[in-house]
């Protein structure tokens, strides 16, 4: 029998992980509901402009996966100031289930692009109704039923490695990165601090544009740099890949 790419464990508190992959990644969005205009793709440079220039644009929201082992959050702390009080924060889901930090990095995406989301068959927008109130409240439930209905959509095919076990210990983990009113925000649902950390302003943004490109923005480079030099060792770099959501003109 064909592995699957995404199911759960037998008492459901894991699941295989999800392989940084854009083919991975646009098939799993697209059967939680994500619309046309926009996809997943590869950025194999975050500071390479020869590399940079090739990308779709605008990218709107980043994934990054990380050597956790290597990086201490504690090491890799910010402190900007403190956005408007009275402005609402990008939501931010808490990560229950094991090695499910890429469904997390996606559904922190959609969740708070909900506009992405196709009108009338879109699972997820059909969450973010019922449970617009506290998102957190039984998105775990969500993930567990999702992963048991498309299992068979995500087949060892969908990625170009084999997959591990549920329940063995992964020591890669995805982040995300989102923008909201102009402001630029990690999403980790790991986070100690359980919310989503502010990074600060964005910058070189035009007004009235829908989205910030993320790819243009001193604070999200400076912010996945600091993750990829807070490593032991050079050769764990190698364990590092990013991806965009991007605008497709395809």
Known sequence: SIDKQLQMNKDQTAVIPLESDPVVFNQFSQLLGLGPGYKFIDIYSIDDENLIAFLERPIIAIILLFPVQQNSRENNTVTPAIPDKNEEPPIWLKQNIRNACGPYALLHILTNYQNLLATGDS????????????????????????????????????????????????????????????????????????????????????????????IDQPLIKERILSYMNNVEDESAKLNFSLMGLAKSYN
């Not at 549920?166 to 359980?194: C, M, Q, V, Y």
Request: charged share 25%; with cysteine.
């Open 123 to 214: 699972p997820l927008g059909e969450y973010c109704e019922k449970n617009k109130d506290n998102m957190n409240s039984n998105i775990d439930k969500f993930i567990i039923d999702f992963a048991t209905k498309y299992q068979s959509d995500f087949t060892e095919n969908s990625g170009s490695s084999a997959n591990p076990d549920p329940d063995a210990a992964i020591d890669l983990h995805f982040i995300t990165f989102i923008s909201k009113n102009h402001k630029l925000w990690e999403l980790d649902g790991r986070a100690t601090s359980g919310k989503p950390t502010y990074l600060g302003e964005a910058a070189n943004t035009t007004a009235g544009e829908e989205y910030v490109d993320l």
